[in-house]
């Protein structure tokens, strides 16, 4: 009896290891809270309800994506709800929610472009989020910082503009802000948790990434993302 015991043990080990997102999740407080903290409505249609909840508490209870992916706290929260002037409760602005401008400036000197926080909303074009960028993508975005968009190459014969010095630490491969450094040492499933979230959160129109130039601090022609 003992050996076929561990027999049923060995069989039906790998199918408690196999459990889905829906079971790993069901009994995290957090999902329910990030459904409460959300700023903006959420469309949960063909979405994963329970990461998309867990992935609102990521993103506006312990990263503060926003913090960083909208342009700065003068048009971050709303009136009377901002928190640097003591203003209670704190209150998002929804039209500014994660759709880009924040200018952190250049990182080395000119014709160093000035580095900008990016669009983290889908587009309605793809539903997808960041610039229409898969999970994969984002997946390599957070862990490892490539720059998909190629929006600041190193200078070259041919690139003498907004661009970076052609010489080691800086690679105009690379995103110059992420991976800001807790992220990557997220797991797997959290990060999936903040690209669910960030597929149900409306599309808003910024006006960064755009034309070349952009990341010079140059105003771009905004890049349609909610026709």
Known sequence: MAGFALAVTLVRSPRVQAQDDD?????????????????????????????????SYIVNAQADCNGCH???????????????????????NPATYLSDGNDFGPISGPPSPD???RNLTPSTKTGLPEGDHTFAQFLEIIRHGKDFDHLHPNCSDTVTENCFPPFPPFDGNLLQIM????????????????????????????????PAGA???????PAERCG
């Open 23 to 55: 079971d790993r999740d069901s009994n995290d407080p957090r999902i329910e809270q990030g459904f409460d903290i959300a700023p903006v409505p959420l469309n949960l249609d063909g979405k994963n309800r329970k990461l998309v909840g867990l992935g």
């Open 70 to 92: 909208s342009a700065g706290p003068a048009t971050e929260f709303l009136p009377g709800g901002n928190p640097y002037f003591g203003q209670k409760p704190t209150m998002i």
């Open 115 to 117: 580095i900008i926080s």
């Open 179 to 210: 991976p800001w450094p807790i992220y990557r040492n997220m797991t797997d499933h959290d990060i999936r948790a903040i690209y669910e979230y960030l597929k149900a959160v409306p599309c808003i129109q910024g006006n960064y990434p755009g």
């Open 215 to 221: 990341d010079a601090g140059i105003p771009p022609e």
